[in-house]
Each structure stands twice: as C-alpha cells, then as structure tokens.
C-alpha cells in the first residue's frame, strides 16, 4: 500500500520534520562542505590528499549504497533502517575535531580516514533515506518539498558558513576549528531526530522484498538516461570541487574568513534559485533546465579562473551556487523520481547512488592529479569549464531529449 492512502495529517507532518532534516544537516554541512578543504591546507595536506578528501568517501559510497536494500531487508519500517547508519554518517562531522590531537605527520592521513569512514553507514542511509521519502509524501507534494529543502539547506548553509567563518577568524587555532565541528555535530544529532520522527507504512514482507532484491533498474531504458545523466553531471561539476578552493587559497591569498563571505554568497543564490527552480521546470522540463544550469556553472569557472582579483570571484560564486542548486538539488533527483516508478524504490535508489558515488570520486581526483601533475590551476579550472559545457551538450543531445515535449506536456498537466 503506498503512502497516498494514509492521512493528510501525516504527510504534513513527514514534510515538516524532512524540512527540518535538511536545514540542521544544511548548518553541520557548512563545517565540512565550506571549511574541510581549508583546513586540510592548514595542515599541511598535499592536493593529492585534499583530492582524497573529497573524491574517497564518494568511492565508498558506490560499494556502501550497494548494501542499502539488504540492510533495508532486515526491518519492519525504514525509520528503523535508517537508525544505526544516520547516526553513523554523521560521526564525519566531530572525528576531524581530533586531528590537532595526532602527531604533525599524521593529521592530513587522520583527515583523509575521519571523512572516508562514515561513507560506510551513508551509502546505506542514502538509499533508505530516497526510499523512506518518497514514501513519506504523495507524488504530487514531492516537487514543492524538494524545492523547500534544497531552500532550506542553502539557507541554513549559508549562515553555517557565516557563523563558523567568523569563528575560525577570531578565535585561536586549531581550536577554532575543533569547536566548529563539535557545533556542526550537535546540529547534526538534531537533524537525526527529525529523520526519525518521520512515518511511513511498514516495509513488504520477506517475499516481496527477495522478489524486488533480483530486480535490476539497468533492464529500464529510462533509468539509464537518468544514470548518463546524473554521470556526467557529477563528474564535470565534481571535477573542480578540490581544485577551486586550493586556488582561491594559495593563488588569491583567500582568508577563512573570506571563504564565508564566498560561502554566503554562494549558497544565498541556491536559495534563490531554488525557489525560481519550480517554474523554470514548468517550462521547460528538468533535463533542460539541468543543462542550462550546468552552462552556468562553466560561466562560474571561467569567472574563478580569470577574475584579477578575490572580489570579482563573487561573481561566479553567486553562479555556480545557484545554477548548482538547480541542477543537482532539485534538478536531478527530480529526473530521477519522474524516470522511476514507486514500484523497487530501493533499488533504483541503489544504483542512483551508485552512480553519483563513482561520478563524485572520479571528478575531484581527476582535477587534483592534473594539479599535482604540474598543470597550472587556472588551466585546470578552464578544463573544468569545457566539461561542463560538454556535460550540457550531452544532456541535451536531441537522441538523448527526444521525450522532451511528453515530458514538459506531462508536467504541465500535472500542474
């Protein structure tokens, strides 16, 4: 039985505490998304290491999300599921705490194991998680909650990244930057409890599950138009993630503080955006609206790689974190939920996450091995630039859009 016959009172309430979810996980994100990288170079990480950072725990992703539905097998409702490995994701938030504790030599490899660890529980939590929330709210609530929360966590990331900014700027080093992870795992913790307030209807029994359990998503045309595009999305995107805060610090001489301002202004275009997002999807459909928002996030990197001074990278900041938003936030998992029935949800779900778990490793390493290559960082943040544009291109590739028009006609409808 799917969630749209249980009562309106409960998918109100699911809908509140899925906001809630995002905006305390939005403010514990700020911490690693904003301030990892940058401290990372504090302590001496190489941009090989500063690539593993970022490029590590998605790889584990890809293997961890592939247990998502036999964890998800062995309980009676997702909540429960999705209990020991939301917790154990958020450990990623407080263990980089303990890194000024370590010998010198050992902090960037502390760094490297504290972030890739919790990967672990979170290719499990993913999958239950997508599972859980499309079952928590009708199909027809599922646009404006996801145009709520991708809302929510800019907004929320934005004064995260504010507030801890300030911090790492007036208080002593590194226990700046111990007490910024402890707060961010305390918003965390808050955030868990909302997921976990959260019902739906009891889980198909064993039979039902094994039967799903041999199902594969890759038989489905649809899905792998949504996994072409969700590939070359993530990685063209994911392929500058390391590379422009190494450049923004060591090229342009970007303080912690700075890097707040770049954060606000980053992720207060997302908000905006996010709410724009509904109506430009009316129009036009998800998948074009994926590739002219990754058309802007080429604009974005041309801006990083060519600006002659901190302020004017601004600019781009204020692209990339709104057509990013767009794009990936609402954007993808939209195509996502529209190419996928409610029918197997755990494993498209699995390999969905699959998909952006080997894309987000492969991006962020590829950009930082040209760095230690001795490629110049600006040349590799122009290579980032082309990417994307050839990611646009092939998102939009009439063979690939032919289901353009029944898609934008069945939206429209639907509206």
Same mark, same amino acid.
């Given at each position: 039985?799917?969630?749209?016959?249980?009562s +309106?009172?409960?998918?109100?309430?699911?809908?509140?505490? /899925?906001?809630?979810?995002?905006?305390?996980?939005?403010l514990? /994100?700020?911490?690693?998304?904003?301030?990892?990288?940058?401290?990372?170079?504090?302590?001496?990480?190489?941009?090989?290491?500063?690539?593993?950072?970022?490029?590590?725990p998605?790889l584990?992703?890809?293997?961890?999300?592939?247990?998502?539905?036999?964890?998800?097998?062995?309980?009676?409702?997702?909540?429960?599921?999705?209990?020991w490995?939301? #917790?154990?994701?958020?450990?990623?938030?407080?263990l980089?705490?303990?890194?000024?504790?370590?010998?010198?030599?050992?902090? !960037? #490899?502390?760094l490297?194991? =504290?972030? =890739?660890? !919790?990967?672990?529980p979170?290719?499990?939590a993913?999958?239950?998680?997508?599972?859980?929330?499309?079952e928590s709210? =009708?199909?027809?609530?599922?646009?404006k909650?996801?145009?709520?929360?991708?809302?929510?966590?800019?907004i929320? #990331?934005?004064?995260?990244?504010?507030a801890?900014?300030?911090?790492?700027?007036?208080?002593?080093?590194?226990?700046n930057?111990? &007490?910024?992870?402890?707060?961010?795992?305390?918003?965390?913790? $808050?955030?868990?409890k909302?997921?976990?307030?959260?019902r @739906?209807?009891?889980?198909?029994t064993?039979? @039902?599950?094994?039967?799903? +359990?041999?199902?594969?998503?890759?038989?489905? !045309?649809? %899905?792998?138009?949504?996994?072409l595009?969700?590939a070359?999305?993530?990685? @063209? %995107?994911?392929?500058?993630v390391?590379?422009?805060?190494? %450049?923004?610090?060591?090229?342009?001489?970007?303080?912690?503080?700075?890097?707040?301002?770049?954060?606000?202004? *980053?992720?207060?275009?997302?908000?905006?955006?996010?709410v724009?997002?509904?109506?430009?999807?009316?129009?036009?459909?998800?998948?074009?609206? &994926?590739?002219?928002?990754?058309?802007?996030?080429?604009l974005?990197?041309?801006?990083f790689?060519?600006?002659?001074?901190?302020?004017?990278?601004?600019?781009?900041?204020? #692209?990339?974190?709104?057509c990013?938003?767009?794009?990936?936030?609402?954007?993808?998992?939209g195509?996502?939920? *529209?190419?996928?029935?409610?029918?197997?949800?755990?494993?498209?779900?699995?390999?969905?996450?699959?998909?952006?778990?080997?894309s987000?490793?492969?991006?962020p390493? &590829?950009? +930082?091995?040209?760095v +230690?290559?001795g490629?110049?960082?600006?040349?590799v943040? $122009?290579?980032?630039?082309?990417?994307?544009?050839?990611?646009?291109?092939?998102?939009? %590739?009439?063979?690939?859009?032919?289901?353009?028009r029944?898609?934008?006609?069945?939206?429209?409808?639907?509206?």
């Amino acid at each position: 039985m799917s969630f749209h016959h249980t009562s +309106s009172q409960f998918e109100q309430s699911n809908f509140r505490h /899925l906001v809630f979810d995002i905006a305390w996980f939005g403010l514990a /994100l700020a911490a690693t998304s904003r301030f990892l990288s940058v401290y990372a170079i504090r302590v001496g990480a190489s941009a090989t290491e500063i690539g593993l950072i970022t490029a590590l725990p998605s790889l584990i992703l890809l293997f961890s999300s592939g247990l998502g539905g036999v964890w998800q097998r062995r309980y009676s409702t997702r909540e429960r599921a999705l209990s020991w490995p939301g #917790l154990g994701m958020r450990m990623m938030f407080i263990l980089p705490a303990f890194t000024p504790l370590l010998p010198e030599h050992l902090r !960037p #490899l502390w760094l490297i194991i =504290s972030i =890739s660890l !919790p990967a672990i529980p979170q290719g499990i939590a993913g999958v239950v998680f997508i599972d859980m929330m499309r079952e928590s709210v =009708s199909q027809s609530a599922l646009p404006k909650l996801l145009s709520h929360r991708a809302l929510w966590l800019n907004i929320m #990331l934005a004064l995260g990244a504010l507030a801890f900014g300030l911090l790492l700027e007036k208080a002593p080093y590194p226990l700046n930057y111990q &007490i910024m992870f402890g707060v961010a795992f305390l918003a965390a913790l $808050l955030s868990f409890k909302h997921c976990y307030a959260i019902r @739906t209807e009891p889980l198909p029994t064993n039979g @039902t599950m094994h039967r799903a +359990s041999t199902f594969s998503p890759w038989k489905s !045309p649809k %899905f792998r138009q949504v996994a072409l595009v969700t590939a070359v999305v993530q990685l @063209t %995107f994911t392929f500058l993630v390391s590379v422009t805060p190494i %450049f923004l610090v060591k090229e342009r001489g970007a303080t912690e503080g700075f890097m707040a301002i770049f954060g606000m202004v *980053e992720l207060g275009a997302g908000a905006v955006m996010a709410v724009l997002t509904p109506r430009i999807v009316r129009k036009i459909g998800h998948r074009a609206m &994926i590739a002219a928002m990754m058309v802007g996030t080429a604009l974005a990197a041309v801006i990083f790689a060519l600006a002659p001074n901190l302020h004017l990278t601004l600019i781009g900041a204020a #692209l990339s974190g709104g057509c990013w938003a767009a794009a990936a936030m609402i954007g993808l998992f939209g195509f996502f939920t *529209e190419n996928t029935p409610t029918e197997n949800t755990a494993a498209y779900a699995t390999a969905y996450q699959q998909v952006i778990g080997l894309s987000a490793f492969l991006g962020p390493m &590829i950009g +930082s091995l040209l760095v +230690s290559g001795g490629i110049s960082l600006v040349t590799v943040i $122009l290579i980032g630039a082309c990417l994307r544009i050839g990611s646009a291109v092939v998102v939009d %590739f009439p063979l690939l859009a032919r289901g353009r028009r029944e898609e934008i006609t069945e939206i429209q409808v639907q509206h």
